[in-house]
């Protein structure tokens, strides 16, 4: 079964006022849809907009697996552990906030800032916080998230061109640039399919070049 959330369905959150734009796939914050809490571990994806000088305050984490995707800008990290970092655009952060991590995320350059974040549930609770940074992941390099049992695939491609979604008991697709097609639907920049119970799914740039986050998840529990 393939679900497609349409990017004009999602939750619009954020505070414009202070530069801040964000466009929720789950439920979060104030915003609850109890039909709607997660997909297998994944619970947010969030398209985040950052005017220059604009940013989220220190504030806490624990519990969860926290992965970063720069579209476009330059993302400024602090956390509590010590670490400060600027991640580029095409680059990824997987904050492992664990038993406990305080961050700030700010868009500390002079153009605007666009980034994916996405919240897995790990496994198991507790441990240390980890932080880990890849500046440039490559499309035939997939980053493993044992702690949840994921791992993300970032596909890029060209209009024409078909790539395989990976089989799994599920599967989360985001779109982030580009137009594709996964079997009979059609997604646009900021759609999301949801897929369960596929097998040999395949994805098909028709207006690009696209970019699509997928997310193979082997945790099929709710």
Same mark, same amino acid.
């Given at each position: 079964m393939i679900s497609v959330q349409r990017s004009e369905d999602r939750f619009r959150g954020g505070?414009? /006022?202070?530069?801040?734009?964000?466009?929720?796939? &789950?439920?979060?914050?104030? &915003? @609850?849809?109890?039909?709607?809490?997660? &997909?297998?571990? $994944?619970?947010a994806c969030n398209e985040e907009r950052l =005017?220059?000088?604009a940013g989220f305050d220190e504030h806490p984490h624990s519990h969860t697996e926290i992965v970063t995707w720069v579209v476009e800008g330059e993302l400024t990290h602090r956390d509590s552990t010590g670490r400060a970092t600027v991640v580029e655009t095409g680059g990824l952060q997987? #904050?492992? /906030?664990? =038993? +406990? $991590?305080?961050? %700030?995320?700010?868009?500390? +350059? =002079?153009e605007p800032l666009t980034f994916i974040q996405m919240w897995l549930a790990? #496994? *198991?609770?507790g441990g240390d916080p980890a932080y880990t940074i890849v500046p440039d992941l490559a499309a035939d390099t997939p980053y493993a998230l044992p702690a /949840?049992?994921? %791992?993300?695939? %970032?596909?890029?491609?060209?209009p024409g061109e078909r790539t395989p979604v990976p089989d799994a008991p599920r599967v @989360?697709?985001? $779109?982030?640039?580009?137009? $594709?097609?996964i079997g009979d639907?059609? #997604?646009?920049?900021?759609?999301?399919?949801?897929?369960?119970g596929e097998t040999g799914p395949e994805l098909t740039a028709t207006a690009g070049?696209?970019?699509?986050?997928?997310? *193979? #998840?082997?945790?099929p529990s709710a």
């Open positions: 505070d414009e /006022a202070a530069g801040i734009e964000t466009r929720h796939a &789950f439920s979060f914050g104030h &915003f @609850y849809d109890p039909d709607n809490l997660r &997909f297998g571990p $994944v619970m =005017a220059p000088g997987h #904050l492992s /906030a664990a =038993a +406990g $991590v305080r961050h %700030v995320e700010r868009n500390d +350059g =002079a790990p #496994l *198991e609770p /949840a049992g994921a %791992v993300l695939h %970032v596909r890029r491609p060209a @989360y697709v985001h $779109v982030v640039a580009g137009e $594709v097609r639907e059609a #997604l646009r920049p900021g759609d999301a399919a949801r897929i369960t070049p696209a970019e699509v986050l997928i997310w *193979e #998840l082997s945790e």
